[in-house]
């Protein structure tokens, strides 16, 4: 079964889809849609599209070609919803680049959409599908760390800025999806304070706390959990140290993932302390590297997509309603980093209330 894939955006992730999916035995590009025609040339000559691909700068002049199976949107996140909308209504299942929506509401009548359907909608959360992370989830699940502590991750570099979203937006949505799944839980708090330097309305020093008008280019956050773990997250834009690291500490040891270690990414730093005398001594402690299988994370999400639809999954690590947990728990950020750093409780999201909208189980 060859599965007509339409590619909707193709800057830099959209390209790299175009790559997984013009390479999968299992998939047929059928599409590509770009507002830009230059990109399209670009991808044309990237790929070596045949005349049987349709290249177009509107989805309209190809949403109802008889051999798209289904849809992969690469788009800015504001014009997901109604994209996504369309695509279900038009019997496509969707690979949708991360966030769903810019709204946890919106993300909920999508995957109730889906699931009325009976369609695929999958959210691109790179890292539920790394290597790195699942080896790391397994060995939390298996105590190695016994009592879990606290966490803390940072995520730097110069650039890429981004003019629709801040560095909460743009960054967060990683850290979150690892720590939600190394600990099997989601945050009922939340805590963020912002700085603005280079997209700020207010152009003296000592401006107030970022508005929502303003793009925070520096942002620390902080999520608490039902059980008390708590992490701190530390993220910009405008720092040319580049750092991909988040660690989650325990009574025995560390669990650290470090991207910009790609040949030891996942490192369990032991130790404990020992009372002698009254003294606090440090033992145990020696460093293992746990083995990690070697896959490119973006071509497992790809090939996950292509298996549900082909086995028709009704559950998936990356679903819509993952994606709606998460844009709710950035919501709830923002609204924290909009107050000054108040802390914010994130309802469970069974308690939303949407009309006509069943039960998500």
């Not at 070609?65 to 994209?83: F, G, K, R």
């Not at 016994?146 to 570099?157: C, D, E, F, V």
């Not at 190394?182 to 706390?209: F, K, M």
């Amino acid at each position: 079964m060859t599965i007509g894939i339409a590619i909707l955006g193709v800057g830099r992730w959209g390209t790299h889809l175009t790559r997984n999916f013009s390479q999968h035995s299992e998939a047929q590009v059928v599409a590509v849609v770009d507002h830009h025609p230059e990109r399209l040339a670009a991808c044309q000559a990237q790929f070596g599209f045949d005349e049987s691909v349709v290249l177009s700068t509107t989805w309209d002049e190809v949403r109802q070609l008889q051999a798209i199976d289904a849809v992969a949107i690469a788009t800015p996140a504001s014009t997901h919803y109604p994209l996504i909308v369309d695509a279900l209504e038009l019997g496509y299942h969707v690979l949708a680049e991360k966030p769903l929506t810019l709204d946890a509401i919106e993300c909920l009548q999508l995957a109730q959409l889906a699931r009325d359907k009976q369609l695929q909608l999958l959210v691109d959360h790179t890292y539920l599908f790394h290597p790195a992370v699942e080896r790391g989830r397994e060995a939390i699940a298996a105590e190695k760390l016994g009592t879990l502590r606290y966490g803390y991750a940072t995520r730097t570099h110069l650039g890429p800025v981004r003019h629709d979203v801040d560095a909460l937006w743009d960054l967060a949505i990683h850290d979150i999806c690892i720590l939600n799944s190394w600990l099997g839980q989601t945050p009922i708090q939340v805590e963020a304070r912002g700085t603005v330097w280079l997209q700020s309305s207010h152009a003296i020093a000592g401006r107030p706390p970022a508005t929502p008008q303003d793009l925070s280019d520096l942002v620390w956050a902080t999520l608490t959990y039902p059980d008390g773990f708590r992490a701190s997250i530390h993220l910009c834009w405008l720092n040319p140290d580049k750092q991909r690291r988040l660690c989650v500490a325990g009574e025995r040891g560390t669990l650290i993932f470090d991207e910009m270690q790609p040949k030891q990414p996942l490192t369990l730093q032991r130790g404990y302390f020992e009372e002698r005398e009254g003294q606090f001594v440090p033992a145990g402690v020696e460093r293992e590297v746990l083995e990690v299988q070697k896959a490119e994370p973006l071509g497992r999400v790809c090939d996950r997509f292509l298996r549900n639809i082909r086995t028709d999954a009704t559950s998936s690590p990356s679903s819509g309603w993952v994606g709606a947990e998460l844009v709710q728990i950035l919501s709830c950020l923002s609204a924290s980093l909009h107050q000054g750093g108040r802390p914010v409780p994130v309802p469970p999201l069974t308690e939303f209330r949407i009309e006509g909208m069943g039960s998500r189980e």
